[in-house]
């Protein structure tokens, strides 16, 4: 069963502290991603990897940094977190395919920043 | 970059009615689009897509159709039902960059009340 699982689901944590969220696939998929959701916004790209130690930014990924050393696990890292990145945090992987690009995604992680 | 947009952001309908999810985007570069159905407090899944060669195409009660002159896509969901309600994204996939990614609208929430 294919699937995508990230730890932990919810976190609350003060402003300036450091944040790592962890993302695992099992499905050998060389391209992963982190996004945050708010309201309104749909999904922001704050990172792509397009395999290991090849990280990409996406569009807002100012106060992130991610680390990819295995396939199947991606992590992101927020370094002395702020209260704006109150958030629901999802990762997805995906497998080029024949033009495709259906990316499968993980149940999220709700974080607050106080 | 690409830019994708959607309307409504929101819908409320009666079980049984039809609704109809429009979205557009920017980039004549997109080829593929696939769009996610996210329920409350879940993860996002895959339900349909499309190609940029296609008009149409049909999932059961989902119906897509693809304009690619106008840049404008619909999904048409028939005969409603409460299991619907969720919140639907469309997305495009860009293949401007060297690998390509994702651009994901705001999401429109359609309510399915019994």
């Known amino acids: 069963d294919m699937k995508v699982t990230q730890m932990p689901r919810y976190l609350i944590k003060r402003m300036g502290e450091n944040v790592l969220l962890e993302c695992g696939q099992d499905?050998?998929?060389?391209?992963m991603y982190w996004y945050r959701q708010d309201p309104g916004l749909g999904l922001q790209l704050i990172y792509i990897s397009y395999d290991v130690d090849s990280n990409s930014e996406g569009d807002i990924p100012k106060g992130y940094r991610v680390s990819r050393k295995k396939r199947e696990h991606f992590s992101l890292i927020l370094d002395s977190a702020k209260t704006n990145q109150t958030s629901v945090y999802f990762c997805?992987?995906?497998?080029?395919?024949?033009?495709?690009?259906?990316?499968?995604f993980g149940p999220g992680t709700r974080l607050l920043v106080l | 970059g690409e830019q994708v947009e959607q309307l409504p952001s929101s819908l409320i309908v009666q079980e049984g009615a039809s609704v109809l999810i429009n979205c557009s985007y920017t980039d004549s570069a997109s080829v593929y689009f696939p769009w996610y159905k996210q329920e409350p407090g879940k993860r996002l899944q895959f339900i349909i897509d499309i190609r940029s060669n296609m008009e149409r195409k049909q999932n059961q009660r989902l119906t897509l159709l693809f304009d690619k002159k106008t840049k404008h896509l619909s999904l048409h969901i028939t005969a409603t039902q409460p299991g619907d309600s969720a919140i639907y994204f469309c997305s495009a996939f860009d293949r401007g960059s060297a690998l390509g990614r994702l651009h994901f609208g705001a999401g429109t929430q359609l309510i399915v009340i019994p």
């Open positions: 997805a992987s995906s497998s080029r395919d024949r033009g495709r690009d259906t990316q499968y």
């Open positions: 499905m050998s998929h060389e391209t």
